[in-house]
């Protein structure tokens, strides 16, 4: 079966500490809190050719997230640029930008597609429950979510949480029941953010399944509406 899943580990790239000062960082005004449901991002998906138009904002607001020194930052910005490129083409595709007077956050992915194209050999990431869901045209693909620091280290748990309302938005905006994405194991600090925003291990079926999970470089990891 070809299936479209995420190439690894994309989604964590965008979780790493910032160079320099947080300039998304929120005021501190005796005990900290984080923006309120009335005063949170306004969130809206761009089209394609929106996207090109902002191709340059997207790639810095990547950088400014993505972290390292100067040259590690244009090295990122490049690499992302080119992988957005590349999904943007997917059927499906859907970049969502959350905005106040400047760009605060954005996530992107596509629905997985029994039909579509695929990277070569993640399948096997993957159990047969995830495989099935693809196959119906219920499981979504999140490949990206880039937020401020705030984001990832206060109301983590809030519904209003900017990580959630964006990865929530994805998966209702197309009627999937399941979202995905690959995480390196090495990369802990990932899985620790997406776990706080409600993301959960996937559980083989089978003692065989579970044990292929094990030894699979990538956690699996899904998220329902």
């Known amino acids: 079966m070809?299936?479209?899943?995420p190439a690894p580990p994309t989604t964590t790239d965008l979780l790493r500490q910032p160079i320099g000062p947080d300039r998304h960082a929120t005021r501190r005004t005796g005990t900290e809190r984080?923006?309120?449901?009335?005063?949170?991002?306004?969130l809206r998906p761009l089209s394609r050719l929106q996207i090109e138009d902002r191709l340059q904002e997207l790639g810095d607001f990547y950088a400014e997230t993505s972290g390292g020194g100067p040259w590690a930052w244009n090295q990122a910005r490049d690499a992302f640029l080119r992988r957005l490129a590349a999904d943007v083409r997917r059927p499906g595709f859907e970049l969502l930008v959350a905005e106040t007077t400047e760009l605060t956050g954005c996530a992107y992915g596509f629905p997985a597609r029994a039909d579509g194209p695929a990277w070569e050999g993640t399948d096997a990431h993957l159990p047969g429950k995830l495989l099935?869901?693809?196959?119906?045209?219920?499981?979504f693909v999140v490949r990206g979510i880039l937020v401020p620091p705030r984001v990832r280290?206060?109301?983590?748990?809030?519904?209003?949480?900017l990580a959630r309302r964006m990865q929530r938005r994805l998966?209702?905006?197309h009627g999937a029941v399941?979202?995905?994405?690959?995480?390196?194991?090495?990369?802990?600090?990932t899985v620790e953010a997406l776990r706080s925003w409600g993301w959960r291990y996937v559980r083989g079926d089978s003692p065989?399944?579970?044990r292929a999970l094990l030894r699979s470089p990538f956690r699996v990891?899904?998220?329902?509406?």
């Open 221 to 225: 990891l899904v998220l329902g509406t």
């Open 153 to 161: 280290r206060r109301n983590q748990g809030r519904a209003w949480n």
């Open 178 to 189: 399941t979202g995905v994405t690959l995480v390196r194991r090495s990369d802990r600090a």
């Open 34 to 42: 984080g923006a309120s449901p009335r005063e949170g991002e306004r």
């Open 132 to 139: 099935c869901l693809a196959a119906s045209g219920r499981l």
């Open 171 to 173: 998966l209702t905006d």
């Open 208 to 210: 065989q399944e579970s």
């Open 2 to 5: 070809n299936l479209t899943v």
